[in-house]
T-cell receptor
Framework: DAKTTQPPSMDCAEGRAANLPCNHS???????VYWYRQIHSQGPQYIIH???NNETNEMASLIITEDRKSSTLILPHATLRDTAVYYCIVRVQTGANNLFFGTGTRLTVIP | GAVVSQHPSRVICKSGTSVKIECRSLDFQATTMFWYRQFPKKSLMLMAT?????????EQGVEKDKFLINHASLTLSTLTVTSAHPEDSSFYICSVSGSSYEQYFGPGTRLTVT
């Protein structure tokens, strides 16, 4: 699986949009971009995934650049409950379907 | 998405004893489940892939005789930490794979070995 690079930490004001970047410059054509988050002392939570088109669901939006070398996860209106570590993972949708977690971005939403 | 439970949520055991952790897929038949371990302030590390009806596949460096995995049904996988030592103290998390290869995780089990 290709590696990803994320900033170690970010702050966001409550109610504002949180934009979390991820670089994956060595991503292959058949690799998807997945985002998960982990709130303290809980199991990770699936957020969203995409291949090349932008995606949106009830939790977030995923913007993937045209060259697919980077992406941004957007939480449109951050709340205190969004404080968590966010992981960007690139992987193919075959085989064992396991995930390899990097260090992620620790997002702190500030009141 | 799939709902995954783990039991117990927290366990304390003495060094040298064995501990069993259960992972249940409550609304999804999971032919494959995954077991992860997370040390404090560290990221999740995949330990093994649990396949229903067959032997688990372990990641490099994970001792299969110490971490026994049994996946006897489509809804239950168990991880047994045998002869536990304080260095086995960790947060153990299981997951199941969804229809689009996303994974749904259990709430985790915090093991403390004294």
């Amino acid at each position: 699986d290709a590696k990803t690079t994320q900033p170690p930490s970010m702050d966001c004001a409550e109610g504002r949009a949180a934009n979390l970047p991820c670089n994956h410059s060595t991503i292959s054509g058949n690799e998807y971009v997945y985002w998960y988050r982990q709130i303290h002392s809980q199991g990770p939570q699936y957020i969203i995934h995409g291949l090349k088109n932008n995606e949106t669901n009830e939790m977030a939006s995923l913007i993937i650049t045209e060259d697919r070398k980077s992406s941004t996860l957007i939480l449109p209106h951050a709340t205190l409950r969004d404080t968590a570590v966010y992981y960007c993972i690139v992987r193919v949708q075959t085989g064992a379907n396991n995930l390899f977690f990097g260090t992620g971005t620790r997002l702190t939403v500030i009141p | 998405g799939a709902v995954v439970s783990q039991h117990p949520s927290r366990v304390i055991c003495k060094s040298g004893t064995s501990v069993k952790i259960e992972c249940r897929s409550l609304d999804f038949q999971a032919t494959t489940m995954f077991w992860y371990r997370q040390f404090p302030k560290k990221s999740l590390m995949l330990m093994a892939t649990s396949n229903e009806g067959s032997k688990a596949t372990y990641e490099q460096g994970v001792e299969k005789d110490k971490f026994l995995i049994n996946h006897a049904s489509l809804t239950l996988s168990t991880l047994t930490v045998t002869s536990a030592h304080p260095e086995d103290s960790s947060f153990y998390i299981c997951s199941v794979s969804g229809s689009s290869y996303e994974q749904y995780f259990g709430p985790g089990t915090r093991l403390t070995v004294t």
